[in-house]
């Protein structure tokens, strides 16, 4: 096992299971994500006897970081796994802080057809420290510390559940990396059941539901997801989590043009969701050469826009990143491995 694989309370397991004291979870804890280290000869306050057992035991090995694509504020990295298979995360600088979207898995099954991930099916599912690496790798070819994390790379994280909810663990732990948990978002297509699992995990994560259409009709056709969670379904459970957390929830909502950005859908989408704690995040979508939506105009997106605004539905526009480089998520990957 590769030993940024364990959380904080798996570690302390582990030492007390092989006769030692528990302390030396936290200690540990600090070498791996404060000090950095890269071998356990670098640990100096364990005993010798115990880094021996460690060092039989745990994998301390990275990802290998493949290329770095870098534009105006934003940089797109490929990362290849031990398999030779290859994920994608994105570093993007906000006035608030450096924010890192992560992949889950190789790949994707949830197939939303405007989705470059989805094209490519599901290989597996992302190891805890596959995740945790990615930011860390990032970190250290930024030399600037990550203060938000997003997860809404490459996979449905929900598809992955308990690695996700291991890797918000550890790096949420104040001697892990100590992201705090209001900085930290995951992003699902609508698992209604995880959805539902999600609402009584302890930290104050935020949730992001990619919704992308305002009626089962539109959603059908362009997100698979929904014919197994329909909108009254998804709606339904995103109240039950409301009541138990309080905590406002995204709307994602990718603006193609022709398919979902028209005035009706508008106003069906103040419809769906204005009664809920929550505010629409709209984005201009970014074309790849395999897919054949496009993205909406300006002038739709604003007066989409002004009929949410209109109907006091809290709203936003995502800021554009990364015009001269492979921003569609999934794109690098398929570059790379379509060649």
Request: proline letters at 2%; aromatic letters at 8%; glycine letters at 6%.
């Amino acid at each position: 096992m590769n030993i940024y694989s364990l959380t904080r309370d798996e570690m302390e397991e582990y030492f007390i299971s092989h006769g030692s004291k528990k302390f030396h979870a936290d200690q540990l804890f600090s070498w791996l994500y404060e000090k950095r280290i890269s071998s356990v000869s670098e640990i100096t306050d364990i005993k010798k006897d115990m880094l021996e057992q460690l060092e039989r035991a745990f994998s301390f090995s990275k990802l290998k970081l493949v290329t770095v694509e870098r534009d105006v504020d934003v940089c797109k990295y490929l990362f290849e796994l031990y398999d030779g298979e290859h994920i994608e995360a994105v570093l993007m600088r906000h006035d608030y802080g450096n924010s890192v979207c992560v992949s889950s898995q190789v790949g994707c099954n949830m197939g939303c057809k405007f989705c470059e991930s989805g094209r490519r099916k599901r290989v597996r599912n992302l190891e805890v420290y596959e995740m945790v690496i990615q930011l860390l790798m990032i970190e250290e070819d930024l030399g600037e510390r990550i203060s938000h994390v997003v997860v809404m790379g490459i996979g449905e994280p929900f598809d992955n559940y308990d690695n996700l909810l291991k890797f918000l663990l550890i790096i949420n732990h104040p001697k892990g990396l100590a992201i705090g948990a209001r900085h930290i978002t995951v992003s699902t297509c609508g698992i209604v059941p995880k959805i539902l699992e999600f609402s009584e995990f302890p930290l104050q994560i935020n949730l992001a539901i990619s919704l992308h259409a305002p009626n089962d009709t539109l959603r059908d056709k362009i997100m698979p997801i929904n014919k197994a969670y329909p909108l009254k379904e998804l709606i339904s459970a995103l109240e039950v989590y409301l009541s138990r957390t309080n905590r406002r929830i995204t709307f994602e909502y990718i603006m193609l043009s022709g398919v979902n950005d028209s005035v009706e859908c508008a106003k069906e989408l103040v419809e769906l969701v204005g009664h809920l704690n929550c505010y629409v995040n709209l984005i201009p979508y970014n074309e790849t050469n395999n897919l054949e939506f496009k993205r909406s105009s300006t002038v739709q997106i604003m007066k989409f826009y002004d009929i949410l605004k209109k109907n006091r539905l809290g709203v936003t526009i995502r800021r554009e990143f990364g015009s001269k480089i492979s921003a569609a998520c999934g794109q690098l990957r398929s570059k790379k491995e379509e060649l």
